[in-house]
Nanobody, 118 residues
Framework: QVQLVESGGGLVQPGGSLRLSCATS???????????MAWYRQAPGKQRELVAL???????KSADSVKGRFTISRDNAKNTVYLQMSSLKPEDTAVYYCNAQLGSLEYWGQGIQVTVSS
């Protein structure tokens, strides 16, 4: 059974930083490195949106709203993907979801709350 577990969320002041982690289980290390990993977020009353993704080759892509502030990375040895968030703004407040995709296979984490507020 594949599971994605997010951690590292919480309350932070504007301008602050957080690092989200997504640990996967049920996927062997050899297979994990083939997955495209991504972070999505959903704010209250809004649709879920892509924040950043990283391919199996390490290519990254970020939403315009977070470019220069958020960085996605992966550690294939630990079956984990990270989202380093800096210069956080109140509009970054949302539930953040980890996503793993390989062909027709797709898995989601349960989501973790990030609140940016003074």
């Amino acid at each position: 059974q594949v599971q994605l577990v997010e951690s590292g969320g919480g309350l932070v002041q504007p301008g602050g930083s957080l690092r989200l982690s997504c640990a996967t289980s049920g996927i062997s290390g050899i297979i994990f490195r083939l997955y495209r990993m991504a972070w999505y977020r959903q704010a209250p009353g809004k649709q879920r949106e892509l924040v950043a993704l990283i391919t199996n080759e390490g290519t990254t892509k970020s939403a315009d709203s977070v470019k220069g502030r958020f960085t996605i990375s992966r550690d294939n040895a630990k079956n984990t993907v990270y989202l380093q968030m800096s210069s956080l703004k109140p509009e970054d407040t949302a539930v953040y979801y980890c996503n793993a995709q390989l062909g027709s296979l797709e898995y989601w984490g349960q989501g973790i709350q990030v609140t940016v507020s003074s």
